[in-house]
Structures are given as structure tokens and as C-alpha cells.
């Protein structure tokens, strides 16, 4: 089974008001956690994404497609990066994910998410 944890952004992100050298104490922690899914097996990718001003937006409008450059308003709504990971049962990820350090460093508000990937093999849901 595969899990995707993804990093939500934040308006600070976004704005890249934050310093230009990551915090070394939070840099550390993911590094630490990473080197532990690593050494466990179970890390298939990890990365973090550049702030929404150096992307862009395909919309969809029957057979019209629009480019919108960023960046988006709703940082809520963002990525900031993502860890997936390929466990035995939804109860491991869990453990995983718990561990997961804060993004945005202790003490603050911050929201990972984490979404199982479709297998070839899944069912069609009906």
C-alpha cells in the first residue's frame, strides 16, 4: 500500500517571507524522519515544491484549456511538498505520519494530509 503525506502550505510559504536558510533545527527533524523511513524501507519519494508564483494551473472547460499563472490566492489550498511511502496496512502509515515532523516548526499551526495511491489492481468503485 502506498501513502502520500503532503505538506499544506501557508501563507508565509506562499509570500516567501520566510528566512532564505530553512531552520536547521526543523531541516534536521526532516532529515532525521526521512533517514528512519529510509532505513525502514518504506521511502519511495520525498520533496518539496517551489511557492505557487512558479506554477501554473491547467483549467478544463469541455475541450478549451486555459493556462493560469500563479500564484493562488488560497495557500490553504497548496502544496508544499510531499513524502510517499509504501507500508503493509493503513495502520503503519498512520504510525508514520504521526511521526511526521511539524513543517512549519514546533509550536506552530501546520496540516499534513495523507491520501492512500490508487494500485493497478484496486477495484473500480462502483
Known sequence: MRYMIIVKSNPAFEAETTPQSPDEKLMAAMAGYHEQLARAGVLLDASGLQPSRKGWRIHYDGQK?????????????LIAGFTTIQVRSREEA??????????VGDNAPAVIEVRQLYELDDPLQA
Open 94 to 103: 498512520l504510525e508514520w505520519s504521526r511521526r511526521f515532523p511539524n513543517p
Open 65 to 77: 484549456r486555459t493556462v493560469v499563472d500563479g500564484p493562488f490566492t488560497e495557500s490553504k489550498e
